[in-house]
């Protein structure tokens, strides 16, 4: 709980720096990160001595065990905005924030209806305030991070002493979500991508009924979630058997993320973090087959800031955990992409998966 107020509290420092005297927080994630409630209908409002939490019904029990004195608790029966337009004016504030990247027109709509209707707030667009907090871990959700990481290991190899040739990629996909919640995953992050042969030069495949032939890539995606927070991996398999040219591609790959994932710091900017796995596939002679960036930050959800990419100008924050995650796709022929999770801590990288990067042949 004493996380929730440290959150508040930098929140509260960015908004003053901001010239603002408080925030309308509607992303469910930003509002699980500031009060701790991790159910699907909120809204919080933040002002420099107060922290307001409105919920409905469903929550009545859940949200004061979840929020505590984070914040004040108001289970509301009917709507949730008529509640905040009788609140809002007993804030005495002047100019409120609202997240415009969170919002649909239609609320934003209602923002300033409600202030045309003799409220006396101005509301003022916001980005990412509560999304650069989120950047730096502290331990709780490092420590949540590292066990969704540990959960997603157990599981994928669980799963792959399970996978036969003839199988399809649904199969797969299902075996592994299966084993997923055994292990003790909450949810799935993102659909699990399970893409064998030529579908694994496709990026973001779905798990398809192509049956899985030997001497062909597979190549799995997943993550586990873990106190609401998440992992994301990736490994390329080879089916029965690898040829010469499945071992050369993949070697090319390993070496990229090794680069990567071993010379990545904090304070680095996020073009360059991606160009120590970019640079190495472009002298191996395949940087046209490597068209995605190389990775995110991760946390409560599985893409957030920041960016490794070759746009990405913002220094990585020390305390970030990100994904290195480089790739090779050979279009009608097959893909390689072998993602990891790092801490990125004042020593230096520190590289959260553990399992084997090696060509494994499995089935
Ligand atoms: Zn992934
Ligand atoms: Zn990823």
């Not at 001595?49 to 984070?70: C, I, K, M, N």
């Not at 990629?169 to 064998?196: K, Q, T, W």
């Not at 798990?207 to 994301?232: Q, T």
Request: proline share 4%.
């Amino acid at each position: 709980m004493r996380s929730q107020h440290q959150r508040l509290a930098a929140l509260r420092t960015s908004l003053e720096a901001s010239g603002l005297d408080g925030l309308l927080v509607t992303a469910l994630p930003n509002i699980r990160y500031l009060t701790g409630f991790s159910g699907s209908s909120a809204l919080l409002v933040v002002t420099p001595s107060e922290a307001v939490f409105l919920t409905d019904f469903r929550y009545a029990t859940q949200a004061p065990e979840e929020v505590g004195d984070a914040a004040h608790v108001v289970i509301d029966g009917s709507s949730l905005w008529k509640r905040l337009w009788e609140i809002l004016p007993e804030l005495e504030v002047e100019s409120l924030a609202f997240e415009s990247a969170h919002m649909t027109h239609a609320d934003t709509q209602r923002l300033f209806d409600a202030a045309k209707g003799g409220g006396k707030w101005e509301w003022r667009p916001s980005v990412n305030l509560v999304e650069t907090l989120r950047e730096q871990k502290d331990q709780s959700e490092i420590d949540a991070i590292t066990a969704a990481v540990s959960v997603a290991e157990i599981a994928l190899e669980r799963t792959i002493a399970q996978v036969e040739v003839g199988q399809t990629e649904l199969e797969i996909a299902g075996i592994l979500e299966c084993e997923l919640r055994a292990a003790g995953s909450e949810s799935h992050p993102f659909e699990v991508i399970v893409a064998s042969g030529p579908r694994s030069a496709l990026p973001h495949a779905r798990a398809s009924e192509r049956i899985i032939r030997p001497d062909e890539f597979l190549l799995i995606d997943f993550g586990a979630v873990v106190r609401g927070y998440c992992s994301d991996i990736t490994r390329t398999f080879a089916v029965a058997s690898a040829s010469p040219e499945m071992q050369e591609i993949h070697d090319i790959v390993r070496e990229a993320n090794a680069s990567a994932s071993g010379g990545v710091r904090a304070g680095m900017r996020g073009r360059d973090a991606d160009a120590l796995a970019r640079g190495y596939i472009q002298r191996r002679g395949w940087g046209e087959a490597f068209g995605h960036s190389l990775g995110h930050g991760i946390g409560l959800e599985v893409h957030e800031a920041p960016r490794l990419a070759k746009t990405a100008d913002a220094p990585l924050p020390q305390g970030a955990v990100v994904t290195i995650e480089p790739g090779i796709y050979r279009p009608g022929w097959g893909g390689v992409r072998i993602e990891d999770d790092v801490l990125l801590t004042r020593e230096g990288p520190q590289v959260l998966t553990a399992f084997s990067r090696d060509l494994m042949v499995i089935g």
